[in-house]
């Protein structure tokens, strides 16, 4: 399995340029990679003292920011040192500035990977939800690194939990402690015979905490939002804005206005979006004091400040539930708004739990959205309620970091 497994990354590592003539992200994929080592020597000395954590992209480093704030706190001496394997994560977060060095993961070959730990050479490897490669799990055993998952969840249908795959499943024991999200996590776990597992919550929780407690103002949109009924669209894809558009055009009452923040922001999609709509609309990147009084619609076409955005709302619609699963909705919770999601959640307990709880509502149609919309308006009692329900599952699941850190400051 090993030797086949191999072959396989090193035919990956060769095909995957080719795609990248084709595919921007691809190529950034690629030409990252190979500024990685350069990286490494230049901010790393064999003599540093350091601290490792690996990212999938930048939901996953959201997840670990409140732990590598901690850690930089509390332990001034070491070298902070950020992987990722998305360039949607590392194209964002690659000036950190709490980081010594932010770069790619390369491929999981064996030589590329003991490249890597050689120049990293951390005294504790922090791997964030997932991220299971066997090479690199392989290397952290071998040269016996403290490893944690923080934030890890595990679902029953993993090849961790299927018997005939031994080979995968032993690539845990590289892991000196495991962190996870739910009580499920901790059970499956066990029944394969790992005990080294803390229920400690998601980490995704004490990070929102902390944009409330930092939020900062955005021009125009005290402006923008003053006296009206605001919706905001985070993380939107075209399925979720075709639902909304054909509110915002043929039913959006005076009082209400919309902000879309989409997951895609290139020209075209931005354009696509705009030309949708037939009231008023304004762009973010062309906002001023005077276009935005009398817009009814503004698109955010920038990056990185859809969390202040969501300030705004009265309510907030969460994109990605009309394809592979939804995006952050812990986000617009933080700030006491009701939230509504597309039918693909079920892989997410916080959409889950907030459903029971009455603080997020599923959309699986124009005409649920609609009857939905027109509740929340028209019963602001309710609308309010269930905001403050949002806020307080916020508050009663946060706490995840502080068990984090407590089993780090012991083993450092």
């Known amino acids: 399995m090993q030797l086949l497994y191999n072959t396989f990354i090193v035919f990956a590592e060769r095909i995957v340029p080719i795609f990248g003539l084709f595919k921007p992200k691809i190529k950034q994929f690629v030409q990252g990679r190979k500024q990685t080592?350069?990286?490494?020597?230049?901010?790393?000395?064999?003599?540093?003292?350091?601290?490792?954590?690996?990212?999938?992209?930048?939901g996953e480093f959201e997840?670990?920011?409140?732990?590598?704030?901690?850690?930089?706190?509390?332990?001034?001496?070491?070298?902070?040192?950020?992987?990722?394997?998305?360039?949607?994560?590392?194209?964002?977060?690659?000036?950190?500035?709490?980081?010594?060095?932010?770069?790619?993961?390369?491929?999981?070959?064996?030589k590329k990977i003991r490249k890597f730990i050689h120049l990293t050479h951390p005294t504790l490897a922090i791997i964030v939800k997932y991220e299971?490669?066997?090479?690199?799990?392989?290397?952290?055993?071998?040269?016996?690194?403290?490893?944690l998952l923080i934030s890890g969840i595990f679902r029953k249908n993993q090849r961790f939990f299927k018997s005939n795959n031994i080979w995968y499943r032993n690539t845990l024991q590289s892991f000196s402690h495991f962190f996870v999200q739910n009580r499920d996590s901790v059970s499956l776990l066990k029944?394969?015979?790992?005990?080294?597992?803390?229920?400690?919550?998601?980490?995704?929780?004490?990070?929102?905490?902390?944009?409330?407690?930092?939020?900062?103002?955005?021009?125009?949109l005290d402006d923008f939002s003053k006296n009206y009924h605001v919706l905001v669209a985070g993380s939107t894809w075209p399925k979720d804005e075709?639902?909304?558009?054909?509110?915002?055009?043929?039913?959006?009452?005076?009082?209400?206005?919309?902000?879309?923040?989409?997951?895609?922001?290139?020209?075209?999609?931005?354009?696509?979006l705009q030309n949708s709509l037939n009231k008023r609309t304004v762009l973010y990147s062309q906002a001023n004091s005077q276009n935005i009084k009398n817009a009814k619609v503004l698109i955010i076409d920038s990056i990185g400040i859809l969390t202040q955005v969501y300030a705004y709302a009265d309510l907030a619609y969460v994109g990605g539930g009309f394809g592979v699963g939804i995006h952050n909705i812990l986000e617009p919770a933080t700030y006491g708004i009701p939230i509504l999601i597309g039918p693909n959640y079920q892989k997410f307990q916080e959409a889950r739990d907030l459903i029971l709880e009455k603080a997020c509502f599923e959309v699986d149609s124009y005409s649920q959205l609609e009857k939905l919309l027109e509740k929340m308006i028209e019963n602001p009692t309710f609308r309010i309620k269930s905001g403050k329900i949002a806020a307080a599952y916020i508050q009663k699941n946060s706490g995840a970091s502080k068990k984090i850190m407590e089993y780090v400051t012991k083993v450092l």
């Open 242 to 272: 075709k639902l909304l558009v054909k509110y915002c055009n043929q039913k959006a009452k005076e009082n209400e206005r919309f902000i879309f923040a989409p997951h895609n922001i290139e020209s075209e999609e931005i354009k696509r």
């Open 37 to 58: 080592f350069d990286k490494l020597q230049k901010s790393i000395a064999p003599e540093d003292t350091t601290i490792w954590m690996h990212c999938a992209s930048l």
């Open 63 to 110: 997840q670990g920011r409140p732990v590598i704030e901690k850690i930089k706190q509390q332990f001034t001496e070491y070298k902070i040192i950020i992987s990722f394997f998305s360039p949607s994560g590392y194209e964002i977060q690659k000036d950190y500035p709490l980081a010594d060095t932010v770069v790619y993961l390369p491929f999981d070959t064996p």
């Open 132 to 147: 299971f490669w066997p090479n690199l799990l392989k290397e952290l055993k071998h040269q016996k690194i403290k490893t």
């Open 191 to 220: 029944k394969i015979g790992y005990t080294n597992v803390t229920e400690s919550g998601d980490t995704r929780f004490d990070r929102v905490l902390e944009i409330l407690k930092t939020k900062k103002k955005l021009a125009f």
